[in-house]
């Protein structure tokens, strides 16, 4: 599908899917972090018509990827009457939170904190303005190799770019004219103070890892199966222990 038609595909999607709730929900919400799959996401919930509220969630963020998100929210309510933004600062919620569990810190725990933090901000906005919340991950990290925080960037409501590579993010990027400093900005999934890069947490760029999803024959397909596996725990349906009759 050509992408001008792809992006009227979700758009519609989106306002169908919201039309066909019994109880319709009046706004989405969704997290705005200056990367490229969250400025399309919320570009595209904007182009619904729905009143479109998009969070700046900081928490010791890094200035050039603040820097990004404050200016994409500042271009989505330039562009879109519908769209309120707002920045909700976490840093002291998140300190209160790491010194409460101060007996069990954990670098990688206290990285996914940040993201279940910024879910739980997204569901209290939502609850305020009878909403729901849109989520920003793209097919390879969903579907792929499971790069999201389980109960963080995973806990939405609907996933309007998941059947869309990160090559088609992109495109859909330039398609909607996202700031070029958003397309040309490296990866991150900013939960990280040394502000590490998706390639350099994952060992592959999203080229590469696109290419080893599809082609079973890649150079990369072991390294690519090799995170799968470390990961399906968050893709896979949640074990039920089920008792006999």
Not at 28 to 35: Q, R
């Amino acid at each position: 599908m050509e992408t001008k038609k792809k992006i009227d595909f979700i758009k519609n999607w989106i306002k169908e899917y919201v039309n066909s709730m019994p109880v319709k929900a009046k706004s989405l919400v969704i997290g705005i972090s200056g990367g490229i799959d969250s400025s399309v996401s919320s570009t595209l919930c904007a182009l619904t018509g729905m009143k479109t509220i998009v969070l700046s969630m900081p928490i010791k963020q890094k200035n050039e990827q603040h820097d990004l998100s404050l200016k994409h929210q500042a271009w989505l309510k330039q562009n879109f009457k519908n769209v309120n933004g707002y920045t909700i600062e976490l840093d002291n919620l998140f300190g209160a939170f790491k010194t409460s569990l101060s007996k069990f810190d954990n670098d990688h725990g206290m990285a996914n904190s940040r993201a279940r933090l910024r879910m739980t901000t997204l569901y209290q906005v939502a609850a305020a303005n009878q909403g729901i919340v849109v989520g920003t991950g793209n097919k390879v990290e969903d579907f792929g190799v499971g790069f999201y925080t389980k109960y963080g960037d995973g806990g939405v409501d609907i996933s309007p770019i998941a059947d869309c590579n990160k090559s088609e993010i992109w495109e859909l990027g330039r398609e909607l004219k996202i700031l070029q400093e958003i397309i040309e900005a490296p990866p991150t999934d900013g939960l990280w103070d040394d502000g590490r890069t998706d390639e350099g947490q994952l060992g592959l760029s999203y080229k590469e890892l696109e290419e080893a999803m599809i082609n079973e024959n890649s150079s990369n397909r072991d390294k690519y199966l090799k995170i799968r596996k470390a990961n399906l725990h968050k893709m896979d349906p949640i074990p039920v222990c089920k008792i006999p009759n």
